[in-house]
Every structure is written in C-alpha cells, then in structure tokens.
C-alpha cells in the first residue's frame, strides 16, 4: 500500500462512519474482517479514488453485504453497477479509461432498501390510507 492509497483508506474509514453512525474503529475492524480494505479499497484505489465518496460508500456496503455482512438496517440504493464496473477493471477487462467512462454513464436513483423490520417500524410511518 502506497502512502496515496493509505489516505484513501483512511479517508474512506471515516466517511462510512460518518455514514453509518459508526466509530472509525468499528468501520476498520469490519473492513479488516471482511478483506475490503486489502482485496477492494487498495486494489481498486486508481479508479475509485476518482469517484464521489457517496458512491464509494455505497460500493463498500455492498462489497460488505456479498460477504454476509450487513452494517445497517436500511441503506441507499444508488449506482448498482458500480460494483461490476470495478470487477471489470480489476479482472483485467476493461481498462481504467473504460471503467472510469461506464461508472459516469450511471445515474443516481433515489431509492431505499430496508433490510429489517425494525428499520421499516422506525423509519416508516403511515399518514393516511384509503379504501379503494
């Protein structure tokens, strides 16, 4: 790891606590656990590192969520095929030109994913209804 790709390491523990309303330490040990940092962020760092920091987060959750495991109850759902793209270019199948060009084609979407119930008892409320 060189020291451009540590401070994007760095940088990115903080934003998916920021994120996640999580500790940085909490963020790092998952991150460890899982191999993020070493087999996503690093390998990665020369494309990633050009993208908004929402994406970015948004493709940590789910490289985390791949893997079993699930940092929040409800999470955005933006720029899906992000994480395809990265596969692309570090499979050697696209090169960086390409990769950084297919991820600009994405548009942001609005949407929700709630992953528990105890999320949707939180975050949703009912405000009226009608019989139809």
């Known amino acids: 790891m060189n020291k451009n790709s540590f401070s994007f390491v760095i940088y990115m523990i903080?934003?998916?606590?920021?994120?996640?309303?999580?500790?940085?330490?909490?963020?790092?040990?998952?991150?460890?656990?899982?191999?993020?940092?070493?087999?996503?962020?690093?390998?990665?760092?020369?494309?990633?590192?050009?993208?908004?920091?929402?994406?970015?987060?948004?493709?940590?959750?789910?490289?985390?969520?791949?893997?079993?495991?699930?940092?929040?109850?409800?999470?955005?759902?933006?720029?899906?095929?992000?994480?395809?793209?990265?596969?692309?270019?570090?499979?050697g199948i696209w090169d960086k030109e390409r990769a950084i060009n297919e991820i600009r084609v994405y548009k942001t979407y609005d949407q929700i994913a709630f992953i528990t119930q105890r999320a949707i008892d939180q975050l949703l409320r009912m405000e009226f209804f009608y019989e139809v």
């Open 14 to 91: 903080h934003a998916c606590a920021n994120a996640w309303n999580k500790r940085p330490s909490e963020v790092y040990h998952i991150l460890q656990s899982k191999g993020c940092i070493d087999g996503f962020l690093v390998p990665n760092y020369d494309v990633l590192h050009t993208q908004g920091t929402m994406y970015i987060v948004e493709d940590i959750q789910e490289y985390l969520k791949v893997r079993g495991s699930m940092v929040l109850e409800y999470i955005k759902v933006a720029n899906d095929k992000a994480f395809r793209v990265v596969d692309m270019y570090h499979s």
